[in-house]
């Protein structure tokens, strides 16, 4: 499974990608220019964007524009 890296570049596009990532919290936002399907089976989801926290229960999907720092 992946995990986010902190040193990752701003706008690295990620492309087409189908993963499984370890569930933690990011030390920095993360922003490029695709769209984000996230879905967490048993897990409540937990996004800041612009400011504002946004919680996704379990089972639902997560879907929305990354090029907003999320």
């Known amino acids: 499974m992946r995990r ?3 040193a990752r570049p701003l ?5 087409l990608e189908c993963d499984r ?9 993360d ?5 984000e399907v996230n ?5 409540e989801l937990t996004y ?3 400011g504002r926290v ?3 229960p379990p ?5 929305f524009w990354a090029a907003v720092p999320h």
Not at 11 to 15: A, S
Not at 21 to 29: Q, Y
Not at 59 to 63: D, E, H, P, S, W
Request: aromatic share 10%; net charge positive.
């Open 4 to 6: 986010f890296d902190p």
């Open 11 to 15: 706008n690295e596009p990620y492309g």
């Open 21 to 29: 990532w370890v569930p933690s919290a990011m030390r920095r936002a």
């Open 31 to 35: 922003r490029h220019q695709e769209v």
């Open 39 to 43: 879905f967490s089976p048993q897990a």
């Open 48 to 50: 800041r964007i612009v």
């Open 54 to 56: 946004v919680r996704v």
């Open 59 to 63: 089972g639902r999907l997560a879907l």
